[in-house]
């Protein structure tokens, strides 16, 4: 009966230690998430304020451009009108003929990148093909090439009479504009 007794004293004093030392990890477990998810707020706040005070303006008009807050954002949507309205001046800007844009339906490319793609059929001389890459890489949205093609017009030379016109080509072209869509969690 006695060595009953001790038994069942050391499987209690066991339980007790079980329970309290379950109690505590979990405290300590909930207390590390916490601050898991403080430090990654106050991270935030850090490069924002890094940014800020080197005066890299380039770098943080990147991200007010390109980063969506939400999956609604005005960033993530097909056919946005300020993008098109500053892709028509960037081509009305450079002299560039604008023969037919269409925007695609918008992909998500890796876990946090949207990528709405938009065909833009041009006519236009090599040099101002080449003004248009360079400005499109100097824009504020992240926009990627995806494709593009050149539409020779050699065949065409002999019923051209306007030596400007042999200089204009036709040109196929895929654009991306890239949202950086911010990490949930």
């Known amino acids: 009966m006695k060595r009953n007794i001790i038994l069942f004293s050391i499987f209690f ?3 007790l230690g079980s329970y309290f030392q379950h ?3 979990n405290s300590k477990l909930d207390k590390l998430l916490d601050l898991k998810a403080e430090q990654k ?3 935030e706040k850090f490069i ?3 940014l800020l005070s080197k005066n890299l303006n380039r770098v943080l008009d990147l991200f007010n451009e390109n980063l969506a807050l939400t999956a609604n954002d005005s960033k993530n949507d097909e056919a946005s009108m ?3 309205d500053n892709l028509t001046d960037l081509f009305v800007s450079l002299g560039i003929e604008v023969i037919d844009i269409k925007p695609v339906s ?3 490319r890796g876990s946090k990148n949207t990528y709405i793609p938009y065909k833009l059929e041009l006519r236009c001389t090599f040099q ?3 003004n248009l890459v360079n400005d499109l890489e100097k824009n504020d949205r992240l926009i990627v090439i995806d494709e593009f093609r050149f539409f020779s017009n050699a065949q065409k030379l002999s019923k051209m009479k306007d030596p400007e016109s042999v200089m204009n080509h036709k040109v196929s072209l895929v654009i991306s504009a890239v949202t950086l869509n911010k990490a949930r969690g």
């Open 106 to 108: 918008k992909e998500k």
């Open 13 to 15: 004093i066991f339980l």
């Open 23 to 25: 109690s505590l990890m």
């Open 41 to 43: 707020k106050v991270n």
């Open 82 to 84: 300020p993008f098109l």
């Open 48 to 50: 924002s304020a890094d």
């Open 128 to 130: 101002e093909f080449a």
